[in-house]
């Protein structure tokens, strides 16, 4: 494979902006990754996406061509990152027509800028179009690509982004980096396992989106006012190519990043694939919480501050497997903003905001990480251990809830007295799912029965269960997929449906407590003394007489109490109506 020159990305980034000026296109700068006036978009995730109005229509652009170099997030692919392939921040190189130029001019002009500006080999470039997009396939046999390099998929197709806007059939540019002379190409595509889409050899490169179509809430699709072009390419991935190394980490764009890892981590890169996978998800998140933060996200629970915190974490344990010392993304976040902040002044502005986020989420979630993957380690290293205990007590389990009026109090003290799981933590955990379940179950023996019966059934040997997930999760703040993570590393899935479960249920109880500040541990005293519920009479008599049926002193139950003590008493009746803060 030969490229006819080298570039670095800067110089590639301005070459297409430059190349687009020449055809009449204005640079714009790129939007935020926070999309303005879009609540169907959680983040910017392609160069189109600030100029839905202007292809609606609805607004009108300052040119009726831009190009743009636009910051991108794709959260779909976080848990991918770790490979030769995977972003989540990407720039995205695009050329847009509102009402303007259509596919003649795109194709053509595309074709020309691989070739001629960035010296890739005529050779090597295919093409794919919409299976019934005939003008487009015309275009490139027009433009002298032979017929056997063009190839038709049903689903292309680009857009909305989000959940309604511009979108349309697309063809796209791929780049065969494989063996074969193209004297051999027309007997290879016969073969339905080689050519773009199906083969590794192809890398896609450059989608060229013939915007004719508005994907609206409903699902419905309406013609546009007018014919659009909407194009993308990935600046990392193109870089890749141009300046022939095997993957985006490779290229300049992350030389200094990952230099910077290895002298924090002292660990080279290409020493080894483990190793390298650390320092690519350190190197990528770290690079695209630094654009986050500088566009304003801050870590949070939900949405994008969900989005960020999850990658500050997943750096954060990566991090920690390369024994690098905590905090120390602010360090790799200087070098991304002096890699990048020339092009994205944002990141200078904003660098001592960026900074302080990073290090503030870095401290509060440092000891969290040492605790729970301390934890987390021994529950792996005790598995066989934890599988002994329950094989030994599913009988009794099994026992207890087959009699029709069980005591939950058999259940407790049984997985107390077993202390499975380091210091009992999954007798306790599980005794607490109990008392989970018994708050918010309408019919509560049967719910209980079929947890325990799930409990019993459970493969504790190759399972992290849904219990330790969440406890890990809900008090540690350990997030599940970095859970998932180290668990994998042993050979170990965890159960994500029961920690769903789990999770839910523990909402919903969030929710019945905050209106009845119900308190467990009282209930369950109640329960134990046999205490179901005081009658309201209140609807029909403001006066009744009670008995005393339970004696509290200190929260604990007594049978009597003497002249001074403070106490509370629990009647089989009252007329008093139960109200917050209570009644006068
Ligand atoms: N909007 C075209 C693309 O993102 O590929």
Redesign the pocket.
């Known amino acids: 494979m030969t490229i006819n020159k080298y570039l670095s990305s800067d110089e590639i980034r301005d070459s297409f902006l430059n190349y687009f000026v020449k055809k009449k296109h204005i640079t714009h700068p790129s939007s935020s990754l926070i999309p303005a006036n879009d609540p169907t978009l959680l983040l910017t995730n ?3 996406a600030q100029f839905k109005s202007y292809f609606s229509g609805e607004s009108k652009p300052p040119k009726p061509r831009i190009t743009t170099s636009q910051k991108c997030f794709r959260s779909t692919d976080i848990d991918e990152v770790g490979d030769n392939t995977h972003l989540t921040l990407f720039e ?1 190189l ?1 050329n847009f027509s509102f009402g303007d130029y259509f596919k003649e001019e795109a194709c053509k002009w595309g074709l020309e800028l691989l070739i001629n500006e960035f010296g890739l080999e005529e050779n090597r470039i295919f093409a794919t179009v919409h299976s019934d997009d005939s003008e487009a396939k015309k275009i490139w046999l027009n433009l002298g690509m032979p017929e056997h390099k063009i190839f038709s998929f049903d689903d292309n197709w ?2 909305p ?1 989000g959940l309604e806007g511009p979108c349309g059939p697309c063809s796209e540019l791929h780049y065969y980096t494989g063996d074969l002379l193209p004297n051999d190409y027309k007997s290879a595509s016969k073969n339905k396992s080689w050519g773009p889409n199906v083969s590794d050899e192809f890398l896609e490169l450059y ?1 060229l ?1 013939f915007t004719q179509f508005y994907h609206h809430l409903d699902g419905r699709k309406t013609e546009l006012p007018k014919k659009n072009i ?3 390419m990935g600046l990392e991935r193109l870089t890749s190519v141009i300046q022939q190394v095997d993957s985006c980490y490779d290229t300049d764009l992350f030389t200094e990043i990952i230099e910077k890892i290895e002298n924090l981590s002292g660990i080279q890169w290409k020493k080894s694939k483990s190793s390298d996978k650390a320092i690519i998800i350190i190197a990528e998140h770290v690079r695209s919480a630094t654009f986050l933060i500088g566009d304003g996200v801050i870590p949070e629970n939900t949405g994008r501050g969900y989005i960020l915190r999850r990658i500050i974490r997943r750096a954060m344990r990566y991090g920690m497997t390369l024994k690098i010392k905590a905090p120390f993304m602010g360090l790799i976040a200087e070098e991304v903003i002096r890699k990048m902040g020339h092009h994205y002044s944002e990141l200078i502005e904003n660098k001592p905001f960026i900074l302080k986020v990073l290090e503030v989420e870095e401290t509060k979630f440092s000891s969290t990480l040492q605790q729970g993957n301390t934890l987390l380690k021994t529950l792996i290293k005790d598995r066989n251990l934890i599988q002994e205990k329950f094989d030994q007590i599913n009988k009794n389990l099994i026992k207890i809830i087959s009699k029709e009026n069980f005591k939950d109090k058999e259940l407790f003290d049984l997985f107390e007295k077993s202390k499975i799981g380091p210091e009992s933590l999954i007798s306790n955990l599980i005794n607490k799912a109990i008392d989970l379940e018994k708050h918010i179950a309408k019919e509560k023996n049967d719910q209980l029965k079929l947890l325990i019966k799930n409990i019993t059934k459970l493969n504790w040997k190759n399972n992290i269960s849904g219990f330790e997930v969440a406890y890990l999760y809900d008090t540690l703040g350990f997030p599940a997929e970095v859970t998932s993570e180290i668990a994998e590393e042993s050979n170990l899935k965890i159960d994500l449906d029961e920690f769903n479960n789990i999770m839910e249920k523990l909402k919903l109880r969030a929710k019945s407590s905050s209106q009845f500040k119900g308190d467990l541990s009282l209930q369950r005293l109640f329960e134990e003394m046999g205490i179901s519920e005081t009658t309201f009479q209140g609807h029909n008599n403001l006066k009744t007489d009670s008995l005393v049926i339970g004696i509290l002193k200190n929260d604990k139950p007594t049978k009597k109490a003497n002249s001074g003590d403070e106490i509370k008493i629990i009647l089989n009746q009252t007329p008093f109506y139960p109200e917050g803060g209570g009644q006068v």
């Open positions: 392609s160069g189109m995205m695009g680009w857009g982004a989608n989106v909407d194009t993308g």
